[in-house]
C-alpha cells in the first residue's frame, strides 16, 4: 500500500549547512495495519510525512501510495490519502460542517452521498452538536474531530496521522486513538506518527524508531523486544537513541 | 484543472472573505463614509479658511509724484482690482523714512524684511521716480509731435526704453505667502499701468483706445458637449481606480495567502486532491472581485461625494454615464493583472504581517505605470498601448474624453498586453504555491555572515534562481552608476578611442567581470554553468547559419519598433555622431569592438551564468524568455532593448539545445558583424557583384535585405532542427516532464478511487 523507499530529504540551512532531515529512510505499510513511526521531536517524522502527502518533494529516493509515486502523480496519491497532522488546522470562519462537506466536494464525492456518509461521521464521532460552530469557536478537542472527518470524509485507502494527539487532553487522545483503531478494522492502511510510547504501544501494529532522519530499528513490537531484549518500550527507545547519538555526534550527522 | 473545484474553492474563499468583519468594513464600510465625511470636513474647512491677507511694504511711496492715484487710505486704490474686495488682501505698511535716508539704506531694509518673512512683498519706488514718468511722458509727447517725425523710428524706441521708470518688488519664492502676494500686486500694477498708458495717450492727444488694438476673446467649447467635466475627472478617475483596484486586491490577497500559512489551515488544503492551478485560480477571482468591488464602491462613493460638494463648479461637472461603463470594462483586467500581482507576493509572504510590508513597494511600482499617462502630452498610441497598466490608464483617458474611435482602435492591444501581463503574474503565483521553500518558509535570524558562509560553502554545480536574478541586477545596477562616468559630457570630443575604452570597460569589467566572480563564488562547476562544453559540431555552423537568416528578419523587426517607438531627435542626433565616429575607424577594428568581444563577454553572463540560473525555474522557454528580457534590459537605449530581447530568445534558445555556449558565440558574432559591416560596404560592389542585388538594396545610411519572408521561413526550419537535438536539462525540468509522464499515465487514477 505505502512503499517508501531510500527517502533522502535536504533542507538548505544557514546554521547547519545543507541539513539532512531525511537521511534515506525506507519501509512498508500494509492495509489493516497501523504503522507507527516512533521518534523524538525532530526525528523527520513529519518530513516524511508531508513527502507522503506531496506537499514536499524527496530530495532522492521513492515513495508510492497505493501504486502512485509522490513525486511524478501527487495529485493522484492526494486521492488516495487523509492527512491529518498538528499543522492542519481548521478554517476559523467556516463551520463544522461546511469544513467537511467542503472537503468531500474537493474530493468529487456526489453530493447526495456526501451528506450521507456526513451524517454518518457526524453521528460516530459525536459532533452533531459542534454542527454549525465556526471553527474559531472551537476546543481543540471539537477542532480535532472535525480534521478526522476531514480526513476520512472521502474513505479513502491510506491515512496518515502525524502527531495528531499533540496537545490534547486526555479524553480527546483517546477517543482519537479508538478512531485511529476502528478505522485500522475497516481496513484501511494507516501511517501514525508520535513521540508518545503509550500510544505507540497501545496501537502499533509495527513500528519504525526514527531519530535524525535514519530507521534505528523496524518491526512489529514483539520483535523489537525480542531483538533487543528489553520489555519497557521506552527504556529500548532511550537506548537506541543514545546509541546512535554516541556512534554519530549531532556535528557530523548534521553536516 | 477542474472547474467545479475552482468554483468550489471560490465560494468557500468569498464566504470566508464576507464572514471575516474587518475585510468588510475595510471594502464596504469604509468607501461609503470616508469620501461623505471628507466632503464635510471640506466644506467645515473651506468656512474657515477665507483667504488671508499679505502685507506689502512700500518703501519711496513719496516719490510717485502725481502719477496716477495708487494708495487710497492706507490701501491700494479701490479701482485697481477687477474685484474692490480684494484691497483687504493687500496690507500696506509704509517704510519710514523720517528722517529721511539715503534710498539704499531703505531698499537693503525692506530686502531683509522680505527675507525674514515680516513682509510678504516689498514694493520700492526709487527717489527720481516721479522725474523720470514727467520725463517718459515728455519723450512720448516730443517723439509723437510732427517736428520729430522725421527721426527714425529705431533710434526713437532706444531713446523710449533706456527712459523707461523701473521700481523694484521684492518677494521670495521660498514663501507660498510671498508668491502669492506678488500674483495679487501683478494685477495691481497691470491696472495702474493701464492708466498711466491712458495718461500718456491722452497727453498726446490719442483715444485711450488705442492702448487696446486687439481683444483676444476666449470660449471654451466643452461646455457645450457633454464632456465639460471630463478633463479633470478623466484624470482623477483612472488613478484613484488604480488605487483601489490595487488596495482592494491587496488585503484580501495577504488574508487568502499569508493569513492561511499563518492559521496552518493552507497544508490542509495542499494535502486535498485540489491542484494548485485550481488554488490560486479560485483564490485568483476571489481578489478580482473584492478588488472590483472596493474600487466600484470607493469610485461610486466619490462621484457621489463630488458631485454633492463641487457640483456647482462647472469643471467638475460630472462624465457623461457611457464613460462610466468604460471605467467598468478597463476595471476588469486591471483588476485581474493586480489581483495576480497581490497573490503571487502574499503567497511568498511568510505571515501577514510581512505580507503588510509588500503593499508600498507594489504601489510605488505600479503608481508610476499609472501616474505617467496623466503627464500632459502623454496620448494614446501603439508605443504606450504596449506598456502594462500605462495603456490601459491611457485607454481610459482617451474614452473619457469621448474619444472613442481612437480607443477602439488600440483596445485590442491593451486587452492583449494586459492579459499577456495578467497570465506571467498568474504564473508567478503558481510557481510560488508549487516552491515549498516559499510555502514552509521559517523565519531564520538574520546573520549577513552566516548567510555568505552558507553561499560559498553550500553551493551548487549551477546558480540558483536568485543568484541568476542578483547577477543581471547586479550588472544593471553598474551599468547604470557606471554609464554616467564613463559616457562623454555634451560637448567634449569624442574620438574612435573613447568609444573603444568605453566599450571595453563596460563588456570587460561591468558584464564578464560579474559574471565569472558569480560563477566562480557561487558555483561549483564553472564549466557547467557557462556552458564550456564542446557542443555537437554541427550546431556551431548552424548557429552561423541562423544568424544570417535571420539578420533580414531582425532588420525587419527593427524597422517596425522604430516606427512604434520613434527615435527622440536628440538620441538620433547623438547616434548618427557615434556613426561618424565608427565609421572613421578600420572595419577590423570595429568587427572586434562590436561583435567580438561583446559575443564572449555577453553570451558567458546571460547565455552563461544567468540562463544557468534561471533554468532552475524547471520550464525550458521561460527561463529562455526571462533570460532574454534580463538581456533586453541591459541594453540602454528603449529601441536596442526590445531588439536585444528578441534576439536574446533566439540566443538563450540555441545555447539551451545545444548545450554549449560556443554555438550562442558564435550566432551572436556573425549576428552584430554584419550589423556593423553592413552599412561599409564599398558603394561600387553592387556593381561589380550584380547578383548582390537580389540579396540586398540600398537604403538611407547602410543596405536593406530583400526575402526577409523567406530567410524567416528558412530560420524558422533551422530552429526546428535545433529544437530537435537532444540537450542537457536541469534536475527541475527532468522533475517537470516527469510529472507530466505522470500525470498521463494514469489519467483516470482519481476517478477510479473516487467512485
Known amino acids: 500500500m505505502i512503499h517508501v523507499d531510500g527517502l533522502v530529504k535536504h533542507y538548505a540551512d544557514l546554521r547547519r549547512g545543507q541539513f539532512v532531515a531525511l537521511g534515506g529512510i525506507s519501509f512498508h505499510a500494509e492495509p489493516g495495519q497501523i504503522y507507527g513511526l516512533l521518534g523524538p521531536n525532530g526525528a523527520g517524522k513529519t518530513t516524511a510525512l508531508r513527502i507522503l502527502s506531496t506537499v514536499l518533494r524527496p530530495t532522492a529516493g521513492t515513495a508510492s501510495v497505493n501504486g502512485f509515486d509522490v513525486l511524478t502523480q501527487p495529485s493522484q496519491v492526494r486521492h488516495q490519502i487523509g492527512f491529518m497532522s498538528a499543522n492542519t488546522a481548521v478554517y476559523d470562519r467556516m463551520t463544522a460542517w461546511e469544513m467537511v462537506e467542503y472537503f468531500g466536494r474537493l474530493h468529487g ?9 456526513m451524517e454518518g461521521l457526524f453521528e460516530r464521532l459525536q459532533m452533531n452538536e459542534i454542527r454549525d460552530l465556526l471553527g474559531a469557536k472551537m476546543s481543540t478537542g471539537m477542532k480535532q474531530k472535525v480534521s478526522i472527518a476531514r480526513a476520512v470524509v472521502h474513505d479513502p485507502p491510506v491515512l496518515i496521522f502525524d502527531e495528531a494527539t499533540a496537545g490534547l487532553d486526555v479524553l480527546v487522545a483517546r477517543a482519537l486513538l479508538n478512531a485511529v483503531a476502528e478505522l485500522r478494522d475497516q481496513g484501511k492502511c494507516i501511517v501514525f506518527s508520535t513521540h508518545i510510547m503509550r500510544e505507540a504501544e497501545k496501537l502499533c501494529d509495527r513500528v519504525a524508531i526514527v531519530h535524525r532522519g535514519h530507521i534505528l530499528a523496524e518491526g512489529t513490537l514483539d520483535d523489537l523486544r525480542k531483538q533487543h531484549d528489553e520489555r519497557d518500550l521506552e527504556e529500548l527507545f532511550f537506548r537506541l537513541i543514545s546509541r546512535h547519538d554516541e556512534a554519530h555526534p549531532p556535528e557530523t550527522v548534521a553536516s | 484543472m477542474s472547474f467545479s473545484n475552482v468554483k468550489l474553492i471560490l465560494s468557500r474563499e468569498i464566504r470566508d472573505q464576507l464572514r471575516d468583519r474587518r475585510t468588510l468594513f475595510m471594502m464596504f464600510v469604509l468607501p461609503i463614509l470616508l469620501y461623505p465625511l471628507l466632503g464635510m470636513s471640506f466644506i467645515q474647512i473651506q468656512q474657515f479658511t477665507e483667504e488671508k491677507p499679505t502685507s506689502v511694504l512700500v518703501v519711496g511711496a513719496r516719490n510717485l509724484g502725481d502719477a496716477p492715484r495708487l494708495f487710497e487710505n492706507s490701501q491700494f486704490a479701490l479701482e485697481l482690482f477687477s474685484d474692490p474686495d480684494m484691497a483687504r488682501l493687500l496690507e500696506l505698511h509704509f517704510l519710514r523714512d523720517e528722517p529721511p535716508r539715503p534710498m539704499a539704506e531703505q531698499r537693503d531694509e525692506a530686502h531683509r524684511a522680505v527675507q525674514a518673512g515680516q513682509f510678504d512683498v516689498a514694493l520700492c519706488f526709487p527717489e527720481t521716480f516721479a522725474e523720470e514718468v514727467e520725463q517718459f511722458q515728455q519723450t512720448i509727447r516730443r517723439l509723437a509731435t510732427p517736428s520729430a517725425s522725421g527721426r527714425n523710428g529705431e533710434s526713437a524706441e532706444l531713446e523710449i526704453n533706456s527712459r523707461i521708470p523701473q521700481p523694484d518688488t521684492l518677494y521670495t519664492t521660498t ?42 476673446k476666449r470660449w471654451d467649447v466643452a461646455g457645450e458637449t457633454a464632456y465639460r467635466g471630463a478633463a479633470l475627472w478623466s484624470k482623477i478617475l483612472p488613478v484613484l481606480l488604480l488605487i483601489w483596484a490595487l488596495t482592494g486586491a491587496f488585503y484580501p490577497a495577504v488574508d487568502l495567502c499569508a493569513g492561511e500559512k499563518e492559521r496552518g489551515t493552507l497544508e490542509t488544503l495542499l494535502s486535498s486532491p485540489a491542484e494548485r492551478s485550481e488554488i490560486v485560480l479560485g483564490k485568483l477571482v476571489t481578489i478580482m472581485l473584492f478588488s472590483m468591488l472596493t474600487a466600484v464602491l470607493n469610485l461610486a462613493s466619490v462621484g457621489l461625494t463630488g458631485w454633492l460638494v463641487f457640483g456647482d463648479y462647472p469643471e467638475f461637472a460630472p462624465p457623461p454615464p457611457v464613460s462610466v461603463l468604460w471605467l467598468a470594462i478597463a476595471l476588469v483586467p486591471i483588476s485581474a493583472l493586480f489581483s495576480a500581482l497581490c497573490l503571487a507576493l502574499a503567497a511568498f509572504a511568510r505571515s501577514t504581517k510581512e505580507g503588510q510590508y509588500y503593499l508600498m513597494p507594489l504601489l510605488l511600482i505600479t503608481m508610476p505605470l499609472a501616474v505617467l499617462p496623466m503627464t500632459p502630452g502623454a496620448e494614446l498610441n501603439l508605443g504606450n498601448s504596449l506598456v502594462p497598466v500605462t495603456g490601459a490608464v491611457l485607454l481610459l483617458r482617451s474614452a473619457l474624453e469621448g474619444s472613442y474611435l481612437l480607443a477602439l482602435r488600440f483596445l485590442p492591444v491593451v486587452v492583449a498586453v494586459t492579459l499577456a501581463a495578467c497570465l506571467l503574474a498568474v504564473r508567478w503565483a503558481v510557481d510560488q504555491f508549487n516552491s515549498e521553500t516559499v510555502l514552509f518558509r521559517e523565519s531564520e535570524r538574520l546573520d549577513v555572515g552566516l548567510w555568505l558562509r552558507h553561499l560559498l560553502h553550500d553551493r551548487q554545480p549551477t546558480p540558483t534562481v536568485a543568484g541568476a536574478v542578483f547577477c543581471a541586477a547586479a550588472i544593471l545596477m553598474v551599468r547604470f552608476f557606471m554609464s554616467s562616468a564613463l559616457s562623454p559630457s555634451p560637448g567634449e570630443a569624442f574620438d574612435f578611442l573613447d568609444f573603444a575604452r568605453v566599450n571595453l570597460i563596460t563588456q570587460l569589467a561591468m558584464i564578464a567581470l560579474p559574471a565569472l566572480l558569480m560563477t566562480a563564488l557561487l558555483t561549483s562547476s564553472p564549466r557547467q554553468t557557462l556552458l564550456l562544453r564542446l557542443p555537437p559540431w554541427r550546431t556551431v555552423p548552424a548557429a552561423i547559419v541562423l544568424a544570417v537568416l535571420l539578420h533580414p528578419v531582425v532588420n525587419a523587426i527593427h524597422v517596425v519598433v522604430q516606427e512604434l517607438y520613434p527615435v527622440s531627435e536628440n538620441l538620433k542626433a547623438t547616434l548618427r555622431g557615434m556613426e561618424q565616429v565608427l565609421n572613421s575607424a578600420p572595419l577590423w577594428q570595429l568587427v572586434l569592438l562590436i561583435a567580438v568581444v561583446p559575443a564572449i563577454c555577453e553570451e ?37 532593448s526590445l531588439m536585444a530581447c528578441i534576439v536574446g530568445v533566439v540566443l538563450g534558445f540555441v545555447a539551451v539545445q545545444s548545450g554549449s555556449i560556443l554555438p550562442a558565440i558564435a550566432f551572436h558574432m556573425v549576428h552584430n558583424a554584419l550589423q556593423v559591416s553592413i552599412g561599409r560596404l564599398p558603394p561600387d560592389w553592387l556593381d561589380r557583384w550584380p547578383v548582390l542585388n537580389y540579396l540586398i538594396r540600398p537604403v538611407e545610411g547602410g543596405y536593406m535585405f530583400h526575402w526577409p519572408v523567406a530567410a524567416g521561413v528558412a530560420a524558422l526550419a533551422l530552429m526546428i532542427w535545433f529544437g530537435r537535438l537532444p540537450y542537457p536539462k536541469s534536475a527541475e525540468e527532468e522533475l517537470q516532464e516527469a510529472i507530466e509522464r505522470g500525470s498521463h499515465e494514469d489519467d483516470d487514477g482519481a476517478v477510479r478511487v473516487v467512485a
Do not use: C, M
Open chain 1, 109 to 117: 464525492i456526489p453530493q447526495s452521498e456526501l451528506t450521507e456518509r
Open chain 2, 175 to 216: 514663501s507660498d505667502k510671498s508668491s502669492i502676494a506678488q500674483n495679487r500686486l501683478d494685477e495691481v500694477w497691470n491696472h495702474w499701468n493701464q492708466r498711466l498708458i491712458e495718461t500718456n495717450l491722452t497727453a498726446v492727444g490719442l483715444p485711450v483706445a488705442a492702448a487696446r488694438p486687439v481683444e483676444l
Open chain 2, 604 to 640: 558567458l553572463a546571460f547565455r552563461g551564468f544567468i540562463l544557468s540560473g534561471l533554468r532552475h525555474v524547471g520550464h525550458k522557454w521561460r527561463a529562455i524568455v526571462y533570460s532574454a528580457v534580463l538581456f533586453g534590459l541591459a541594453h540602454t537605449i528603449l529601441q536596442q
